[in-house]
Nanobody, 122 residues
Framework: VQLQASGGGLVQAGGSLRLSCAASGRTFSRYTVAWFRQAPGKEREFVAAINWSGGSTYYADSVKGRFTISRDNAKNTVYLQIDSLKPEDTAVYYC????????????????WGQGTLVTVSS
């Protein structure tokens, strides 16, 4: 499975973005997909995950109510809708795919996209 993240950019605080994670490979629909983010000088942190069917999701406390993860298996794509952006959301956002349901640790994911930069100005 190959993943490509896109949709990042520069946005003002309070704005919105939708990130996309496009996948290649027939088995994509079998995997949990997650979004992680990494700010400069910080460790990569879990943001959100969605199970293979899209029926279950899980969010980090810091993004609950502002971020929404969804997937369209027919399009081999997972989305992350980000609303009410804050300067502390500034980071490179990565999507990842793996076999474990709604895992939050990076080591649980086998496939990673290249990342897309989100910059939030105050």
């Amino acid at each position: 499975v190959q993943l490509q993240a896109s949709g990042g950019g520069l946005v003002q605080a309070g704005g919105s973005l939708r990130l996309s994670c496009a996948a290649s490979g027939r088995t994509f629909s079998r995997y949990t997909v997650a979004w992680f983010r990494q700010a400069p000088g910080k460790e990569r942190e879990f943001v959100a995950a969605i199970n293979w069917s899209g029926g279950s999701t899980y969010y980090a406390d810091s993004v609950k109510g502002r971020f929404t993860i969804s997937r369209d298996n027919a399009k081999n794509t997972v989305y992350l809708q980000i609303d009410s952006l804050k300067p502390e959301d500034t980071a490179v956002y990565y999507c990842a795919a793996g076999p474990l349901p709604l895992a939050t640790m990076p080591r649980s994911y086998d496939y990673w996209g290249q990342g897309t930069l989100v910059t939030v100005s105050s």
